[in-house]
């Protein structure tokens, strides 16, 4: 069974431009969350979808936005980069519910930003 | 506001010798706490959990126990491996509910 996959691998932007981050959750899995990890603040919960709906969100600015096919799949997007953005970008999906336990994260999207 | 805190960012010990990583948490609600394991350039893997109604839970060479009253939680590795090298989260969620707060992780490094 194929894992979580998050594309690119690297990425690399300046202030002011947007991005757009991908993520396929494992297959059957319909539930994606989203996490930022930066060096002094550990992981951080940007949101999840379940079934193509936000059902969470942390507390990001509006320029962080997400959203999730039919398939599953997610995507992040982020306009107005700032320096501060730079960041490991993880995606994490479970089946339906469940605890972390039945999390499972890709290996992330590292955003430099300029 | 972190709620969910690592105090240690880095630990080295040495192989064979017992392993203690703490975790603090503020906030009263949390009643489901887990770790997760990550290796550089992979994503963080679960652990070992425990609920807010243990003090206790094992799992091989992994020990979580949970101190309610103090608010506090600590990861117990025995006997440590060069394979336990790695950086630890801690999270915190209330069960039921998916979010999840992080700490900041800590870097242990396991010494041959």
């Known amino acids: 069974k194929a894992g979580v996959t998050q594309t690119p691998r690297y990425l690399i932007k300046t202030r002011g431009q947007q991005v757009t981050l991908s993520c396929s959750p494992i297959s059957g899995h319909r539930s994606v969350s989203w996490y930022q990890q930066t060096p002094g603040q550990g992981l951080q919960f940007l949101f999840e979808y379940f079934s193509e709906t936000q059902r969470n969100k942390g507390n990001f600015p509006g320029r962080f936005s997400g959203r999730q096919f039919s398939n599953s799949r997610s995507e992040m997007n982020v306009s107005t980069l700032e320096l501060g953005d730079s960041a490991l970008y993880l995606c994490?999906?479970?089946?339906?519910?469940?605890?972390?336990?039945?999390?499972?994260f890709g290996s992330g999207t590292q955003l430099s930003v300029l | 506001d972190q709620q969910v805190k690592q105090n240690s960012p880095s630990l080295s010990v040495q192989e064979g010798r017992i392993s203690i990583l703490n975790c603090d948490y503020t906030n009263s609600m949390f009643d489901y706490f887990l770790w997760y394991k990550k290796y550089p350039a992979e994503g963080p893997t679960f652990l070992i959990s425990?609920?807010?109604?243990?003090d206790k839970n094992e799992d091989g060479r992994f020990t979580v126990f949970l101190n309610k009253s103090a608010k506090h939680l600590s990861l117990h590795i025995v006997p440590s491996q060069p394979g336990d090298s790695a950086v630890y989260f801690c999270?915190?969620?209330?069960?039921?509910?998916?979010?999840?707060?992080f700490g900041t992780g800590t870097r242990l490094t396991i010494i041959p």
């Open positions: 999270a915190a969620c209330n069960f039921g509910n998916e979010k999840l707060t």
């Open positions: 425990i609920s807010s109604i243990k």
């Open positions: 994490a999906s479970r089946a339906q519910t469940g605890g972390g336990e039945k999390l499972f």
